[in-house]
């Protein structure tokens, strides 16, 4: 009874059937663990694919044998999901004192960019150079941001007003509903060069320099240590972007 289906496949077609049989399952996990390679990092709104630390963030995640998949969403959300752990896995970059906030996640503990804190204006009379010089003056900062809303008040600036994004904070400045915005400065210039019949120019010396670090949510402890070769390997001297806190 055997030898009839055997003569009528042959040789060739049993092992054609055969090694489909034993692939079919391979294939089925490798599918599955294609999809499981994502992992979806939340990051400020308007933040350039191309940004030299989404990059840099995104080779270390791929020599990993991972997919970055980047989620911009307004910074309060952010700390929501990010807390949850559902729909993102991460954060792309945040001040020392996130963990401290959000204790569901995890720092990689390199510092991986250099936030520039800058003021920006459209009046050249206000050029704040200090957080003390913003008192007394209507500042706009993104709304979730909170090492720039933590400044704001220990220097007693009373009047704020929250933006959803950098390009809104701008337009705030650009339209004299506020005096100064305080923003990343490599994020909000990459956006003003895109609204060039506005005039807002950055206050320089910046206010301040802050470290940032990528975070990870605790789900994902085992990779910790493997991330945090890929930055010691990667990264320049803490230069770069930033996105929040």
Known sequence: MLARPYAATGRRGLCQLWCALLLTPLLLQGAAGAEAAVMHI??????????PLV???????????????????????????????????GNLAAAATLA???????????????LELTAYVSNNRISPRHWADLRGLRV????????????????????????????????????????VAVLPKAEADHVLRQMAEIKVQAVLPVLEQLPLYHYIHQKHQALVGPLTAQFEQLMDPVAGIGNQQ
């Open 42 to 51: 939340g990051t400020l709104l308007q933040i350039s694919g191309q940004h």
């Open 100 to 114: 401290q906030q959000i204790p569901q996640l995890l720092q990689i503990p390199v510092p991986i960019y250099q």
């Open 55 to 89: 990059v840099r963030v995104g080779q270390a995640y791929h020599n990993l044998g991972l997919q970055m998949q980047l989620e911009p969403m307004p910074l309060e959300r952010l700390r929501l999901e990010a807390a949850r752990g559902e729909l993102i896995d």
């Open 140 to 179: 706009a900062c993104i709304a979730g941001m909170l090492s720039v809303e933590d400044r704001l008040k220990r220097h007693q600036v009373r009047q704020q007003v929250p933006a959803l994004t950098l390009e809104q904070a701008l337009l705030y400045v650009a339209k004299g509903r506020v005096d």
